[in-house]
């Protein structure tokens, strides 16, 4: 009866979706017309949109050969430092839900490493640490950034945690490390508050663009995150497993 | 490349995640279906973002037309809040396993009334 | 290095940068959990302090603007663009007041929680993401952009989740807590929809220039679709009816001082749910359509949430569902307000109305948290949450006995306490609107008295049973916290005309006020977007005298009147007999002839004490019955089915010169 009834609801609104999505008008360009309501009202120059912004001057106004990446951390940082509280409220959540309880009574299959798993991932990791190091390093010059970055490293950890058994992440400096990650963020945003700039503006000079040392505070933040959802990811996926006897 | 392919592709996850959230018992299958429904968002406001003709935002050289690169930066927050949500879901989950045996959830009891 | 004036315009940011940083250091604090709640603590008293300051900036600037990564920072938009491409918080002083009653909430839960949870392991992650509560609240109601709106709504939501599984050991919590994160999923994920939808049409992600363009292109299905979903996920969030579901299990289910930060937090939805529908949709749709939507399920919710109430004996599912109800009172309020939008009535009473709602926001706050923390007192001393197995606790517990009176008196909306003010304003101006929905609204008010009366038989009156003679008065800092907030409540009581004149009247006509919020960012607006309102809530000549469309009430001169005629009375009294014996038959009650076995034996437990109102309606609880079966897919049921429905009503009746 509930099968039937949520069937027919899910129907109705994929059907309702797909006929408003079909006509939806979808602008081709964003230099469109319909973006430029501005003109009329405020009556400035200038015939753009938002994105227009972005493409044509972001580079020369923030130093990044990566425009997402601009947009992530300059011109909207607001919304990843609320990311970056997100990821870390959930890794600390797990931390205390999980912490009292023990798997009574059952047995952790303590048996040897598989052979070609652990000889494998053995091989594998430095490289997988190292891919995720340069991804979030090269934030302002390659796609990818701070959290494709941090999930690489991630992931490296939890192939040891699947392949070694025995493996155990020390909680204590995993927690450290994310802790002064997120600091370091908002610390750096914090400096350019008492600057007497506004909170998380570019305060470092902006270099050649293309560079590895360029774009200002784009790298630093882009390291911070890194090491902060690589940290958090690998505690959250350890405390599943059963966390530190 | 005509994004209409997309656009279908999207809707139909959103709608088979809320099916699946409105008739699943099996807790797995609810965060599943939960992990679809976010999968099919995310796609529709990355596939809004496309010209036809577009590159990626990255200014190593002109390439004339770009893609439009503020869905992409939306989407990058709106899928690290997606695993969060589903981490924290997990726990609980394993909490419940671990209490009852099973993935299945109780039906009323406390609840309810 | 930093200028009072800079310092100023900071706040708005400073305010949720604080706890966030807070939170972050705070979760390291492994080894000092006492030390680390206490600075959570003074933290909380700072951000009072900067919320009050920030409101008084306000008042005294107008529309605060402050654009991140920009200089200039009250500079919208940049010299060489015509756009706003930056985020940027907006304060008027509709957030401004809600900032208030959050961070007033905050301060009060984190003095109780010093002693409350003292007992527990993990304190110092408590006190960091109580934090993260606190900076979500705050960033929510302060911001301007909805991406934005996006990203705190789900710090607030996880940060609750987590919180609600906070008391790992008893099985409930963790089932409460999943229920709540998948119905929180759902709104996130329904508002990530909308947020799309407005960027397919528009491009931009800032309140205000979504507002301009809503008003130029008017209502298109989209744009209606939209609405729907801001008006879904918000109610749902805020408890209204019949998406309420989660809200008994989740109250219940988190200690006493979440409960009040999760009161506050679904408060924080319902100004969204404002925000959504004044400021972006009010010159584009019949408000008269929109404002009916808001008013039923207000109604809907006042209805159900008081019913429910009656029946139960779990202390704090009881509240729950008391909060409930109660925020359909604001709805009704704002509701009215907005359905008056535009016409004549406005004047005359719609802004009463709203000024009713928004008043009864503080007011609900402070008073729902008091109660809530005296149910948590009651759990702390006795062990339980039942109402069944108390009784008799008043002789032990005299100064939660006086909270608890204090603010049962004021959910019921007695005089001279803060309850009844407000709730005289949604009277007198919902009565001009249409008749029956203030007489609904005066009959829950009844029905409220009726179940905390309830309460207070049950739980402090009564016999001393045997097994609470070791019962203690609760610890000092939960005193304190009770403490606050009864304080507020008094103080609010006795001078309604001061709060409403400088912190409500502000607040309402800034919500109605579409054309500033959105000048304030783009320098011009729509020119219909001003709407010209008068009329609020008047002084009268004597000190302290609100003077409403049809009366008058003076709180001050109330408690001057009852106070001679309580001496009337026990001069009255004097003159009697005094012969008054104790330990004689006098006192023995009289039980038809019967001997009394034991006191504890005739204490009337909470579910007999209604027994014959319940039956009676059986009819009535049975479907309702029915309906609650707190299985998670069908809350996520009724949340689409609901939506829907606000959808087909959109679209046939609410275009602009539509049919009604």
């Known amino acids: 009866m509930r099968r039937a009834v949520s069937a027919l609801l899910a129907l109705l609104i994929f059907a309702y979706l797909f006929g408003v999505l079909l006509k939806a008008p979808i602008p081709g360009d964003y230099r469109d017309e319909r973006y430029n309501y501005y003109s009329p009202l405020s009556g400035r120059e200038a015939n753009e949109s938002v994105p227009d912004h972005y493409v044509e001057r972001g580079e020369e106004e923030t130093g990044s050969q990566n425009i997402v990446t601009s947009i992530v951390v300059l011109y909207r940082g607001f919304d990843t430092l609320g990311e970056v509280t997100v990821l870390f409220t959930a890794a600390t959540g797990v931390a205390f839900l999980l912490s009292t309880q023990r798997s009574k009574g059952e047995k952790e299959k303590k048996k040897e490493p598989n052979f070609m798993a652990s000889t494998g991932v053995g091989l594998?990791?430095?490289?997988?640490?190292?891919?995720?190091?340069?991804?979030?390093?090269?934030?302002?010059?390659?796609?990818?950034?701070?959290?494709?970055?941090?999930?690489?490293?991630?992931?490296?950890?939890?192939?040891?945690?699947?392949?070694?058994?025995?493996?155990?992440?020390?909680?204590?400096?995993?927690?450290?490390?994310?802790?002064?990650?997120?600091?370091?963020?908002?610390?750096?945003?914090?400096?350019?508050?008492?600057?007497?700039?506004?909170?998380?503006?570019?305060?470092?000079?902006k270099g050649v663009a293309g560079t590895l040392l360029s774009a200002g505070i784009i790298p630093l933040i882009y390291i911070a995150i890194g090491f902060k959802v690589g940290s958090e990811l690998s505690a959250i996926v350890s405390h599943m497993k059963g966390g530190e006897e | 490349m005509e994004i209409t392919p997309f656009l279908i592709l999207s809707a139909g996850l959103i709608s088979i995640g809320l099916y699946g959230i409105m008739s699943k018992k099996n807790l797995l299958k609810l965060l599943i279906s939960l992990d679809i429904m976010d999968v099919g968002v995310n796609l529709l406001i990355v596939t809004v973002g496309y010209l036809p003709g577009g590159t990626a935002p990255i200014m190593d050289g002109d390439y004339g037309k770009y893609v439009d690169p503020l869905p992409q930066a939306l989407v990058l927050t709106a899928i690290v809040i997606g695993v969060s949500v589903l981490a924290l879901g997990m726990i609980l989950t394993i909490r419940h396993y671990r209490r009852t045996g099973s993935l299945e959830m109780d039906e009323g009891g406390v609840f309810g009334w | 290095m930093i200028t009072w004036e800079q310092f100023q315009i900071s706040l708005a940011p400073l305010v949720v940068l604080i706890p966030l940083l807070t939170a972050f250091i705070l979760a390291l604090m492994k080894k000092w959990p006492r030390v680390a709640h206490s600075i959570a603590t003074a933290v909380s008293i700072v951000v009072e302090a900067m919320v009050i300051l920030l409101f008084y900036t306000v008042r005294e600037k107008g529309t605060l603007l402050y654009v991140f990564g920009q200089k200039g920072a009250t500079d919208a938009i940049p010299a060489n663009s015509i756009v706003p491409i930056r985020i940027m918080f907006e304060v008027d002083a509709m957030s401004a007041f809600m900032a208030l009653t959050a961070a007033t909430v905050t301060m009060a839960a984190s003095i109780y929680s010093l002693s409350f949870i003292k007992k527990h392991t993990g304190v110092e992650k408590y006190s960091s993401v109580l934090m993260l509560m606190l900076a979500g609240m705050l960033g929510l109601v302060l911001t301007g952009d909805i991406f934005n709106l996006f990203v705190f709504f789900e710090i607030l939501s996880i940060a609750s989740c987590a919180l609600v599984a906070f008391r790992t050991e008893r099985w409930e919590s963790g089932e409460a807590a999943f229920k709540y994160m998948v119905v929180s999923t759902i709104g996130g994920l329904f508002l990530l929809l909308a947020v799309g939808i407005y960027y397919i049409q528009y491009g931009v992600l800032n309140i205000a220039a979504i507002a301009t363009y809503i008003s130029i292109t008017g209502a298109t299905r989209l744009n209606l679709i939209a609405l729907a979903i801001l008006i879904g996920v918000f109610a749902m969030k805020a408890g209204g009816v019949p998406m309420h579901f989660w809200t008994p299990d989740a109250y219940a289910a988190a200690p006493a001082p979440i409960t009040i930060m999760l009161k506050t937090a679904s408060l924080t939805y319902l100004y969204a749910l404002f925000r959504t529908t004044f400021t972006l949709y009010s010159i584009s749709v019949d408000v008269r359509t929109v404002g009916w939507i808001i008013i039923i399920i207000g109604l809907l919710s006042m209805l159900i949430g008081v019913t429910m109430a009656i029946p139960q004996h779990d202390v704090k599912r009881l509240m729950a569902y008391h909060a409930i109800s109660q925020t359909g009172?604001?709805?009704?309020?704002?509701?009215?307000?907005?359905?008056?939008?535009?016409?004549?009535?406005?004047?005359?009473?719609?802004?009463?109305?709203?000024?009713?709602?928004?008043?009864?926001?503080?007011?609900?706050?402070?008073?729902?948290?008091?109660?809530?923390?005296?149910?948590?007192?009651?759990?702390?001393?006795?062990?339980?949450?039942?109402?069944?197995?108390?009784?008799?606790?008043?002789?032990?517990?005299?100064?939660?006995?006086?909270?608890?009176?204090?603010?049962?008196?004021?959910?019921?909306?007695i005089p001279p306490f803060n309850g009844y003010a407000s709730k005289l304003l949604i009277y007198e101006s919902v009565y001009e609107f249409n008749p029956y929905l203030a007489i609904i609204a005066m009959l829950v008010s009844i029905l409220t008295l009726a179940s905390f009366v309830k309460v207070f038989h049950s739980a402090f009156l009564g016999p001393d049973l045997p097994e609470y003679r070791k019962v203690k008065e609760v610890p000092t800092s939960m005193k304190v916290g009770m403490g606050v907030l009864s304080g507020i409540i008094i103080a609010f009581g006795l001078v309604p005309h001061l709060v409403v004149k400088y912190i409500v009247e502000p607040a309402a006509l800034a919500l109605v006020n579409q054309g500033g919020y959105i000048s304030t960012v783009l320098g011009t607006a729509p020119p219909q977007a001003h709407w010209a309102v008068s009329g609020g809530v008047t002084e009268g000549a004597f000190f302290g005298t609100l003077l409403t469309n049809s009366g008058a009430w003076n709180s001050l001169l109330w408690i001057i009147v009852m106070f001679v005629l309580f001496l009337v009375a026990k001069f009255i009294y004097s003159l009697g007999n005094p012969t008054y014996n104790k330990g004689t038959e006098q006192i023995k009650p009289f039980l038809s002839g019967w001997k009394e076995s034991s006191k504890s034996a005739s204490h009337v437990r909470a579910s007999n004490l209604y027994w014959g109102f319940l039956n009676s309606l059986s009819g009535y609880y049975r479907p309702l019955r029915r309906g609650h079966t707190g299985i998670v897919n069908d809350y996520v049921g009724w949340f689409v089915l609901v939506v829907s429905l606000i959808l087909i009503l959109l679209t046939t009746l609410g275009i602009k010169g539509g049919v009604i």
Request: glycine fraction near 14%; charged fraction near 10%; proline fraction near 4%.
């Open chain 1, 124 to 205: 594998v990791l430095p490289f997988i640490l190292l891919v995720g190091a340069y991804i979030f390093v090269h934030g302002h010059l390659t796609p990818g950034g701070g959290f494709p970055g941090g999930a690489v490293i991630a992931t490296g950890f939890v192939l040891m945690l699947v392949a070694y058994p025995r493996f155990q992440l020390r909680e204590k400096k995993v927690s450290v490390v994310e802790a002064f990650s997120g600091l370091a963020f908002a610390v750096i945003g914090l400096i350019s508050l008492i600057m007497g700039l506004t909170f998380l503006e570019n305060y470092l000079p």
């Open chain 3, 329 to 413: 009172y604001m709805m009704i309020g704002v509701g009215v307000g907005m359905a008056t939008l535009g016409t004549a009535a406005i004047n005359t009473y719609g802004l009463k109305a709203m000024e009713g709602g928004i008043f009864h926001i503080i007011n609900n706050a402070m008073y729902k948290g008091l109660l809530f923390l005296t149910a948590g007192a009651l759990f702390y001393a006795t062990g339980t949450r039942d109402l069944n197995k108390m009784g008799g606790l008043a002789r032990r517990m005299p100064v939660t006995t006086i909270c608890f009176m204090i603010g049962a008196l004021a959910i019921a909306g």
